[in-house]
């Protein structure tokens, strides 16, 4: 059958294996570099890929496009971010550079409860509008899946509000979005004394997510100053009773048991994990539960310490490298500078990043038969990048280096605009 489009000529082809699983370990630096590729589309489809001469699947209506000089990889994967947020925390920032850490600027009621109180006090509407314009800006850099987690209300009308954004931005834009219900995202100063009644509020409203079809995973904040391990494994132990899926924000600020719930209860990711010890690495690598990093938050923090990629991998874990776009701790919808800060820091290699941001973190958000390779069958979405190879899209960094980006087989962005006809 002739193909509806054919992408030809690419320096380069980065093509994710997916032998059913994410990528552990040794797997994470295997790939297959196409030369001189091509890739075929059909009915939003990918057809097939391939080297030289495409012509066994063309015939007088098949769109052919040149992409000589260029590097193209499956749709990036931007698979922990806050999307959806009112106001903005700059007023934070001559603070952050004074010295004044993220947990002193929480207890002095800015940080997420500043984000909190501005989230409240938008309309749908308004967060509606903030949200797109960040979504779009992660399209331009080559993003076609995102994970969202509510988290910026902490009362049932918000976080309905903030997941309904949700639902609507993937109805009205041609990105997949991935919806994750985070009410236990902080403490309110009424409950710092005892958080527990906060958490048995957080489990009642989980029915509610789940009869309205809000979200698919529950994330919880288990780390120093906000929810324990014993709280955070009670929230998660009653999300996955009724069917979501599991996700912990752990060892960020400290250790204090974050990644062994994770493993515990079979999270699907532990998520930044600067602060793990040796110790759960090895029980997240048996559990086999996704480490999910984010560079771009450690350098916004201006810290010294990154998340230990290499022992990670080297226990036979699986891992991501995301943005965790949001207003305080990482304002940024730029992928690709994560990707590049998980070479310059992680010290991951290209091939590694690249199936972090690809395959690894298509299993992250549950997409992996649609999403994350270019297997035959799977969506065609790809990202072209004008680069003369895959390892000068890593080099090269704090750039936009994607020209044109296809979402289920059409073009949304190219010259790093959007498609709007």
Avoid at 80 to 107: P, Q
Avoid at 183 to 190: D, K, Q, R, T
Avoid at 257 to 280: F, K, P
Avoid at 369 to 377: N, Q, T
């Amino acid at each position: 059958m002739a193909a509806d489009r054919i992408l030809t000529h690419f320096n380069e082809l980065f093509c994710p294996h997916d032998p059913g699983h994410p990528l552990y370990g040794s797997e994470m630096n295997e790939a297959t570099v196409l030369k001189d590729a091509y890739v075929a589309f059909a009915d939003g489809k990918i057809q097939a890929i391939g080297e030289g001469d495409p012509s066994a699947y063309v015939d007088e209506h098949t769109v052919i496009e040149d992409y000589s000089g260029k590097v193209a990889t499956p749709g990036l994967i931007d698979c922990h971010t806050h999307l959806v947020y009112g106001g903005n925390r700059a007023h934070e920032f001559a603070k952050k550079l004074s010295g004044m850490s993220y947990l002193d600027i929480l207890a002095e009621g800015g940080g997420i409860l500043s984000t909190l109180n501005a989230t409240r006090a938008s309309s749908f509407d308004e967060l509606y509008d903030k949200s797109r314009k960040l979504l779009e800006q992660m399209m331009i850099h080559g993003v076609t899946s995102v994970e969202a987690k509510s988290g910026y209300g902490l009362n049932w009308e918000t976080e309905r509000r903030q997941m309904e954004v949700v639902r609507k931005l993937n109805e009205d834009l041609p990105v997949d979005l991935v919806s994750t219900f985070m009410g236990a995202h902080v403490i309110p100063p009424e409950y710092k004394a005892n958080p527990d009644p906060l958490i048995d509020q957080i489990i009642a409203m989980l029915p509610q997510v789940k009869e309205e079809g809000l979200a698919e995973f529950v994330d919880v904040f288990c780390d120093d100053g906000v929810y324990n391990a014993q709280q955070s494994k009670r929230l998660l132990e009653a999300a996955k009773d009724l069917g979501f899926g599991t996700r912990i924000h752990a060892d960020e600020i400290a250790s204090i048991g974050g990644s062994a719930v994770a493993a515990e209860v079979g999270a699907v990711s532990a998520e930044h994990l600067m602060m793990i010890t040796d110790e759960d690495i090895q029980k997240l690598a048996k559990a086999h539960v996704i480490g999910n990093l984010l560079p771009a938050t450690t350098f916004s923090l201006m810290e010294d310490t990154y998340a230990p990629a290499r022992k990670m991998m080297d226990a036979g874990m699986a891992i991501t490298v995301t943005t965790d776009s949001n207003p305080g701790s990482c304002p940024t919808a730029n992928l690709q500078f994560a990707m590049q800060l998980g070479c310059l820091y992680l010290r991951m290699t290209p091939i590694e990043v690249l199936n972090a941001v690809t395959v690894n973190a298509a299993y992250s958000i549950n997409r992996a038969a649609d999403v994350g390779s270019l297997d035959p069958g799977k969506k065609a979405d790809l990202t072209v990048f004008d680069c003369p190879s895959l390892d000068y899209l890593l080099y090269y960094f704090a750039t936009n280096h994607a020209v044109a980006v296809y979402k289920n087989g059409a073009c949304v962005v190219r010259d790093r605009q959007l498609v709007t006809e």
